[in-house]
């Protein structure tokens, strides 16, 4: 046990505010399952929290083993990875699980736990994209030269992921080009790529649209929230949103106390989507600011690693897999503000999300391993020493 | 070059300010559904999640004088089956047992019950009636049933709860007892004590403030309800079960007799004026009687012969007359300006005092001395049945209290006619109450009393208020003039003349004048002529105890209709009954076997005893108890020795008592 925590390294505050997240979250959880048990009717109080706290603790597991794992051998796992996921993608996709004529192919059933792809996706994506970004960093880009090898996989992965799921295919797409951004990748580029994949969703919905039954998708879904956020008819999201709404206003400054919110029993998904709405009704204004600056210090410490970072590749993985996590935290809650329509995302370390929250884990076990000073110092060797048949096999391509 | 790490810093720095200003954002909006918008979205929550539920109270009980339940709140039970809840094998499994056991319980074949259930089944109906108004023992047996002990999703067992009002004692005083509505507006409707009283039943509602968890499921907020529902008061009322109880079959059985269209009567007790029984009987359609209407409080009538006791009252106050100022009734028909009155005695009284002209009901007599004695001031009259309290409504807490009438000379309906009218009971109205209260008012020597049917509101064991006697009018007449009229009262049953004659008992007393109004006699020929037959009174005669009346409207012609056997009767065995279960009154002649030396002895002890001694008498021979008692009644101190006859006495007989003051008795 002793031997475990000394070989836990890396930036000490990142560790801490996961930590403090992550024991944080079993408050908002155990609070939501009482609307599981006793209004849907669903599983005990007890069982919800021991279920949570197995999901933390292979988390943690899964940070602790990430962290370890030297930073360069990430640009060898994300070709082999690559791949893999999409072969995973298009499984997901054509499984055909769909509830009620829209498709809700988001998972991979697994024994035990349902799997969510598109995030796992998320992240080889991500690092993927910054070994491309590292690897061109010193020369000239040529537009053309980067279609293949950085944005067919993009649009692979995101074109995959769409037809269930957009708002997550949306935040990849956007992480993506903000990565390039900072990577270096010429703006006006950018703007083509966006513009091309503004394009293809157009194109996308007029086909789901003139064929409805040609395969399932949630256009109509996307549809309706779209315009529920733009108009303020009554219908279902608005209903969420108003109650949303009224969980924050009668939080007041300091809130209704732990596990004494009232709407958590009429939000539908008042563990994940709209957790941070029941956050600030129990804990008032104060809880929500306070858990906003949680997630800013996390900006903060990633972006403190990101300049830390001896090699450019440590720089843009940390961001690669950093930002997201905390744009998907900005996301979640500028929904329950109604600053963005109803997307369902969670509100990653303090959601009960299961997989999607091991993806966390290991986005910040990466960043974590682009932290730890003991990687480096064993840098200098892996430099000289080529022989690793990953950056052996990266290097070609 | 695509990218120096300054740049790719320098563009990280935007990219973390860009998030950093939307967590702002957020904030910011966070703040503003808090500040600007928080009042409505509060007002919301509160509206959409949150409830004031109301707790009803126990009503209260209405008990009797003796302390039996007159009306009291029970707990119905509706039971109803939701057949699509139930699977399908629980359903097979279980209809057999589950139809015998409804059957064993609610009577009808247990084939009956089966093909309910399978019907229901087969329809999918979710809401089939399997019982209604079960009692909570009852229910509480229909819980544990097979299938239904499932519960309600499993079991499909539906159970309605309501609170009703039951009466343990059955419809005795029903009308009287009453009942009370409550519409969603709050007004309360109904009728009798319920009615008048339920500011004191009801009780308060509590309140208690409840929280939406999911559709049409609610939670408590708090620990305590924000109102504790308080019980409404017991009320205890005069009514006597016993008293009632005869009152009612009285009744019943003359009206069913006489096939009358309804009757009433009410017993209160002289003293107090609370109303130990009260019955109102009206007829229905198919024949049978129930308590219809508040006939005794409600209806207001012309009371013809019952009324003469006001009028001779009347006149004896203003000394008009003298119970033995004679009138000349001639041959029993007496014309006033056209009109005629008649007696009902063929060929008239002739000259009769007003006392028997009063013990016979002499319509003649009555005309003439109101008309005579009043005709140059009638006003006169009218004021003094005022001031008797005649045109006056007692003021019940029970609504729908008959008014009296009694015109003033000049008033609408007023004529040369009314005096004599009025004298035997017509032209005025009263209710069979308010005549009631008067002829009290009489047996309680003048006093009149307000008759009531509350005595005390009650909190479990705790008084919360007491209704005490209550006296309208400390004399409505001298003294004199109540025990003159007493007299006669008793008269009208005891003398042989007397109209009450045929109730006359010998073994209890009564007092008490007879009625036969005619109803509805403009046209004596219609169908809706009737008569209205009363006798109004009170027992024993003498130091009475109850005063009664008995009104019974339009018996049947053809059976009878004179008040002394239509209404009589039922005054009689009310009378008897009470008469014969109070126990003050009971008296019992014992039964001796004669004994000639005892009844010697008895005699010569009694000659003895009865004289007068100023000497000390001879008491040898005497039995030792009874010279004992003989000389110490004498004031002498006696001592005996042994037992027997007195054969020795210390002073000798003929000695001066004064002289004496011990004497020694030796006995063998």
New interface residues.
Partial sequence: MLALFKNINGDKALWAVVALLGLFSFLPVYSASSNLV??VGNGTPIGHLVKHAVFLIFGFGIIYGIHRIPTHFFKGLSLIAMPIVIVLLVITLFQGSSVDGTNASRWIRLPFVKFQTSTLAAVVLMIYVARY?TK??????NFKESIVPLWLPVFAVVGLILPANFSTAGIIFTMVL?LC??????FKYLMGIVGSGLLALTFFILVAKAFPDAFANRVDTWENRFENFMNGEDTEADYQI?KA??A??????VGKGAGKS??K??LPQSSSDFIYAII?EEYG?VG??VL?LF??FL?FRI?VI??GSPT?FG??LA?AVG?PI??QA?IN??VA???FPVTGQNLPLISSGGTSAWMTCLAIGIVLSVSNKQHRKSKSNLNINETNPLEILSGQL | MAASDKKILTRLYVVAGGLFLFACVVVFKLVSIQMVNGEKYRDLAEKRTTKMFTIAPNRGNLISDDGSLLATSVSRYTIRFDAVTVKKEDFQENIKPLSAKLSELLGKPTSHYQQILRKAKANKNRYTLIARNLDYSDYMEVKKFPLFNKGPYKGGLIVEQKTVREHPLGKIAERSVGYENVDENGYYSGVGLERAFGEYLRGIEGKRLKQKIAKGQWKPIGWDNIVEPKDGYDLISTIDINIQDIAHHALLGQLEKYKADHGSVIVMERETGEVKAISNLGITKEGKYYERLNYAIGESHEPGSTFKLMNLVAALEDKIIDTSSVKDTGKGSWKIYRHRVKDTKHGGHGKISMAKAFEVSSNVAFAQMVHEGYKEKPSRYVNRLMSMNLGKEIGLPIKGEGKPLIRYPGDKGWSGLSLAQMAYGYEVSMTPLQTLTFYNAIANDGVMVKPRMIKEVKEWNKTIQKFDKEIINPSVCSRETAKQVQQLLKNVVEKKHGTGHRMYSPNFSMAGKTGTAQKNYQDKTSDKFGYISTFAGYFPADEPKYSCIVVIHEPDKSVGYYGADVSGPVFKSIAQKVYATSPLVDEVDMFQAKYAGLDNAYQEYFAEAQKKHSKVPNVKGMSGMDAVSILENLGLQVEIKGNGKVKKQSVSHGTDIKKSKKIVLELS
């Fill in positions: 006793y209004v970004l061109i960093k010193d020369e000239a880009i903000v951004f900072i990577g270096g990748y010429p108003e709404k009224i924050i206003a009668t939080g007041g400054i009232v709407q029993n009429f600030v204004l929500g600011v906003m997630f800013l900006l972006v990101a300049n450019t720089t843009l961001l930002l905390i744009f900005m809650m500028a503000v109604e600053l």
